[in-house]
């Protein structure tokens, strides 16, 4: 089946530096790929939705210029967290589609822990 | 897409089926009703979907209710790996369409 890889599954970084988590599509191409962020013992909320060539789209209050993401290939979806502070410390989740496929693929998450 | 409610939480017996109700009572016609589940500290797993018709997969049974306003995923014989929070989702099939998370139901299998 699909496979939906994230890199790295965890990164602790200084307050004020950036850090970019990587989302690929192991084995089918990916038009569009979804950022959700999970705090602890909350459920999944959806960020951004990540389009191929295009810029992404943002949910409400979500900050475009905090969370860029860059869509670069049809495998390749990246997140990146500008000038992290501790309240950005979350667990971050991409998911993909694979045409003809009902539902998506999650990747197994990524840990930022921000000190 | 449309809401739905879940419990909290249930507590289940290691070997015995697990019931897990959704209630859907605003889905559209053109809604699937999708179960994910998330174990601790990982992505979300596919579990099963459908549309009107009851499906059953290597995994679980899903039970539409025939006005489709709730359903109930069931796990068959619950091991204590099963032990996640599951999550439903009614959205129309679309591939970008986005899927939006509730507050699930904590499923903890016991001994």
């Known amino acids: 089946g699909a496979v939906v890889s994230q890199h790295p599954s965890w990164v602790i970084c200084k307050s004020g530096t950036s850090v970019k988590i990587e989302c690929r599509s192991l084995d089918f191409q990916a038009t569009t790929m979804f950022w959700y962020r999970q705090f602890p013992k909350q459920s999944l909320m959806l960020m951004a939705t990540s389009n191929e060539g295009s810029k992404a789209t943002y949910e409400q209050g979500v900050e475009k210029d905090k969370f860029l993401i860059n869509h670069a290939s049809l495998t390749l979806s990246t997140l990146t967290v500008t000038s992290a502070h501790p309240e950005d410390s979350s667990f971050y989740i991409c998911?993909?589609?694979?045409?003809?496929?009902?539902?998506?693929?999650f990747g197994s998450g990524t840990r930022l822990t921000v000190v | 897409d449309a809401k739905t409610t879940q419990p909290t939480s249930m507590d289940c017996a290691e070997g015995r089926a697990a019931n897990l109700p959704c209630n859907h009572s605003?889905?559209?016609?053109?809604?699937?009703v999708y179960w994910y589940r998330q174990i601790h500290s990982q992505g979300p797993q596919y579990i099963i979907h459908g549309l009107k018709n009851n499906e059953t997969n290597e995994m679980a049974s899903l039970i539409i209710t025939e006005d489709r306003k709730s359903s109930t995923l069931i796990l068959p014989h619950a091991t204590l790996r099963d032990t996640a929070v599951y999550y439903c989702i009614v959205r129309v099939e679309n591939n970008f369409n986005k899927f939006y998370f509730g507050s699930g139901t904590k499923l903890n299998v016991k001994p």
């Open positions: 998911s993909a589609n694979e045409p003809g496929m009902y539902g998506y693929t």
């Open positions: 605003t889905i559209s016609g053109n809604e699937y």
